[in-house]
């Protein structure tokens, strides 16, 4: 009796633990999935809020008033802030950190409202989803009505995009060669402030009559920045 | 001057001209003998002093010069003008792509690029309009330095060309060829003026690049040197590089925990 119900235990042990064996990796993949589709919505949302600023025809200020939301929102800014800045990360205190982070934010949606300012038929197409290493690479092309289109990986990381990289050059790279060169030579501060100015003369690069709502924006941006920087201490 | 006169000049002339080509190669590949070591496409710049150098003199001529004609250039010509001429030339250099398809052992590319002089030619009178693109037949964008690098040249050195722009050891004696191809090709029918219209629109069509260089760049030299040599390895790879080592951010985190573990000490 005991024999037969230690090999029916057996039995049905040996039924499941093959099931419990193979429960694992599908729900890893099925993890997987949910990543990757995530990560092609999130490039999606990117992509449309690109296209509505280009369509829109509209100043800077409206351009990068469309933009900035979604660059805080599927921008992973605070990786994107320590990978560029490298050992320099380290030796900062936080609140030079986080003020890093903001202005990484505000030039990388000024660079984007720049770059897409006019509209001539531009369109974005979906290549493929990756498994990367540390997260899904979302391969898209931005196609031109001339020219060769560009191709444009978007690299994640904690469900959100650290890394693009346009016809094979990563933005990140080149931020952080960019940037160590000049903490190197002239420090932290000096590198902040050129990034600012970046973004200033990003913003004054536009006709005349857009100016003033721009520099209007410019100012809450800094004052917003200030205000966190003094709420921090 | 005589038929016969000319052969005889020819043959020392066609020798020597073999002889350069193999010091050329040789060159190449004993530049780096010495020895790069470390990751395969990395960025090398052992004669950082001399390259800014270049990059500097570059600069003010092409802020002071080049890049204020290539805008007037830009504003009294239309686009499809530029297009035009910009196909014209890309069609002739468009052999020196198929040659090195077929050097790289990439001979589907090699045929693509052949057919694609062929069909551009003719019915894209004279290579005025790039047909082929439109029918599939995309572009193979191959050159010698990318051959060097097939065959195992995969380190070399950034040399920034005077006015000419960013290279590397390997890649320059490439970039010179494909700049000399419609010369090649076509003789003397490639004048000067042909020549400077050649350059004229090359600068005003990169000039999208250079504004965004100027946007992006805190050390417009550094960024120009990344970006060319992540460029080339993308080009070597046929834009399909592999993903893993592609962008290594790993070394990025490790020098965080590098960091990490001195701290713990």
């Known amino acids: 009796m005991m024999r037969l119900r230690g090999m029916i235990l057996c039995f049905l042990l040996g039924c499941v633990m093959p099931l419990a064996h193979t429960l694992e990796p599908k729900s890893a993949a099925v993890e997987q999935a949910g990543l990757e589709a995530a990560a092609e919505h999130s490039v999606n949302a990117f992509h449309a809020a690109l296209l509505s600023a280009l369509r829109s025809d509209a100043p800077f200020a409206t351009r990068l008033a469309i933009l900035e939301p979604q660059v805080q929102a599927h921008f992973n800014l605070a990786t994107i802030a320590r990978l560029s800045l490298g050992t320099t990360w380290r030796g900062l205190n936080a609140a030079e950190q986080e003020q890093f982070r903001l202005a990484l934010k505000d030039l990388i949606s000024a660079t984007y409202a720049d770059r897409f300012a006019d509209y001539s038929g531009q369109s974005f197409e979906l290549v493929g989803v990756n498994p990367g290493r540390r997260g899904?690479?979302?391969r898209t092309q931005l196609v031109r009505q001339s020219g060769a289109p560009v191709r444009?990986?978007?690299h994640f990381r904690d469900g959100q995009i650290y890394n693009v990289v346009a016809d094979g050059v990563s933005d990140l790279s080149l931020r952080r060669a960019d940037y160590n060169s000049i903490v190197k030579q002239q420090g932290f501060a000096a590198l902040l402030a050129h990034i600012l100015d970046q973004y200033r003369a990003l913003a004054n690069s536009e006709p005349e009559e857009r100016k003033a709502q721009t520099e209007e924006l410019i100012s809450k941006s800094a004052m917003e920045q200030k205000a966190n920087g003094e709420a921090r201490e | 001057m005589s038929k016969g006169k000319r052969t005889d000049q020819a043959t020392p002339m066609h020798r020597s001209r073999w002889l350069l080509l193999g010091l050329l190669v040789g060159a190449v590949f004993c530049?780096?003998?010495?020895?790069?070591?470390?990751?395969?496409?990395g960025t090398y710049d052992d004669a950082e002093g001399f390259n800014r150098f270049n990059y500097r003199v570059t600069d003010w001529v092409d802020r002071n010069a080049l890049v204020p004609v290539a805008r007037g250039y830009n504003k009294i010509t239309p686009e499809f003008w530029r297009t035009g001429v910009s196909n014209v030339f890309a069609n002739l250099r468009n052999i020196d792509s198929?040659?090195?398809?077929l050097l790289q052992g990439k001979l589907g590319k090699s045929s693509i690029d052949l057919t694609r002089v062929v069909v551009n030619s003719t019915i894209g009178?004279?290579?005025?309009?790039?047909v082929a693109t439109k029918v599939g037949?995309?572009?193979?964008?191959e050159d010698?330095?990318?051959?060097f690098a097939v065959w195992g040249k995969t380190r070399s050195n950034y040399l920034f060309v005077p006015v000419a722009g960013p290279s590397a050891l390997r890649d320059a004696p490439g970039a010179l060829i494909k700049a000399w191809m419609p010369r090649i090709l076509l003789g003397s029918h490639y004048s000067i003026w042909l020549g400077l219209l050649d350059g004229l629109n090359a600068r005003a069509e990169a000039l999208v690049l250079t504004d965004a260089r100027d946007s992006s760049a805190l050390d417009p030299y550094?960024?120009?040197?990344?970006?060319?040599?992540q460029r080339r390895k993308f080009l070597v790879y046929d834009g399909d590089p592999p993903m893993d080592d592609f962008f290594d951010d790993e070394s990025f985190d490790d020098e965080v925990d590098e960091l990490d573990a001195e701290d713990d000490d």
């Open chain 1, 136 to 138: 899904p690479v979302v």
């Open chain 1, 152 to 154: 444009l990986d978007y």
């Open chain 2, 31 to 41: 530049s780096g003998c010495a020895g790069l070591s470390g990751p395969e496409y």
């Open chain 2, 98 to 101: 198929s040659l090195n398809g």
């Open chain 2, 125 to 130: 009178i004279a290579g005025i309009f790039d």
């Open chain 2, 137 to 141: 037949l995309v572009h193979g964008e």
């Open chain 2, 144 to 147: 010698l330095g990318q051959t």
């Open chain 2, 222 to 229: 550094v960024f120009t040197r990344d970006a060319y040599f």
